[in-house]
């Protein structure tokens, strides 16, 4: 059931106990990804328990083709955007290309500002084993981070493109050695994206903190997608992505009767109007009137 606006006094705040709670219950957790207060507010009256402000928002927000274009700064301020929208939601600021990989210190230090700045819950890093001592470091200065394994955007460069991963044997054997590997390092959730079924399962036989999935099958604690990609705003969404709307052809045809209501003149709404008595005061000092221009 959808939560009423007025009810935001009386809510509890998700938070990674909350998370934690849904995983040992079974009960699977629905994940979007967001980037502006208004549609946080609308995701959070529609009980969306976790919010994702990924750097998606290079491709889907800012009309880049990679994700890596993301800056980091721009990122801040949407996280911090959305969490004023959806103030008892998680929110999961995304680290994006190069705010961790090129040195541990500035790697701290920029998933510290998703939590001050950014205002976020927690901060997302696509990862795998090597990152451990990262991990862990994060964690001992106080940061929750939750380790991105499988399909990992970022390295789409190396890949020739996006995909899946895990297709065979040894690399399926590595991406859960990598989620195992953050996991003991400190990471408190996981996600993983594009993987086989089995590779999902693995995962969730050797871990223990809530997994999130992107096109890794159903068996997730959570699920995640693009907020394009569910309102049918995209045009080629991943193969996973199956659209819960068609907003896209329903803003087009708002927008063009628009552009016909502008060209008739016909804008629609209530117009201001003057009172008489001033109306007449622009009369006698002999300023024309509509009827007379």
């Known amino acids: 059931m959808a939560t009423p606006p007025d009810d935001l006094p009386n809510r509890q705040p998700v938070t990674l106990r909350t998370l934690r709670e849904f995983a040992e219950k079974g009960?699977?957790?629905?994940?979007?990804?967001?980037?502006?207060?208004?549609t946080a507010r609308w995701l959070d009256r529609a009980g969306v328990p976790v919010l994702l402000v990924g750097d998606t928002a290079?491709?889907?927000i800012l009309?880049?083709?990679r994700t890596i274009d993301m800056p980091l700064d721009v990122l801040l301020a949407l996280t911090a955007a959305v969490k004023r929208g959806a103030p008892m939601a998680h929110v999961m600021g995304d680290m994006?290309?190069?705010s961790y990989q090129a040195d541990e210190?500035?790697?701290?230090?920029?998933?510290g500002r998703f939590l001050t700045e950014g205002l976020a819950d927690s901060v997302k890093v696509e990862a795998e084993a090597s990152f451990a001592p990262l991990i862990a470091k994060m964690a001992r200065a106080g940061i929750?981070?939750?380790?991105?394994?499988?399909s990992r955007p970022q390295l789409?460069?190396?890949?020739g493109g996006y995909g899946a991963a895990g297709r065979t044997a040894e690399e399926a054997e590595r991406i859960v050695e990598d989620a195992v590997a953050l996991e003991r390092a400190g990471a408190v959730l996981l996600l993983v994206e594009a993987v086989p079924d089995e590779v999902t399962e693995r995962i969730l036989a050797r871990t223990s903190v809530p997994l999130i999935g992107i096109g890794a099958g159903p068996r997730c604690h959570g699920q995640v997608l693009v907020i394009q990609d569910l309102l049918g705003m995209t045009d080629a969404p991943p193969r996973f992505a199956e659209p819960a709307a068609k907003l896209g052809p329903a803003v087009q045809q708002a927008a063009e009767q628009w552009v016909h209501r502008v060209r008739s003149r016909d804008i629609g709404g209530r117009r201001y109007t003057m009172p008489p008595a001033e109306a007449d005061k622009l009369r006698i000092?002999?300023?024309?009137?509509?009827?007379q221009k």
């Open 58 to 60: 290079a491709e889907v």
């Open 96 to 98: 994006p290309f190069m």
């Open 27 to 38: 009960e699977a957790f629905a994940c979007l990804t967001c980037y502006d207060a208004t």
């Open 144 to 150: 929750p981070v939750c380790a991105h394994v499988g």
């Open 285 to 291: 000092r002999g300023l024309p009137g509509p009827e």
């Open 105 to 111: 210190g500035e790697a701290i230090r920029n998933a």
């Open 156 to 159: 789409a460069a190396l890949r």
């Open 63 to 65: 009309g880049f083709q």
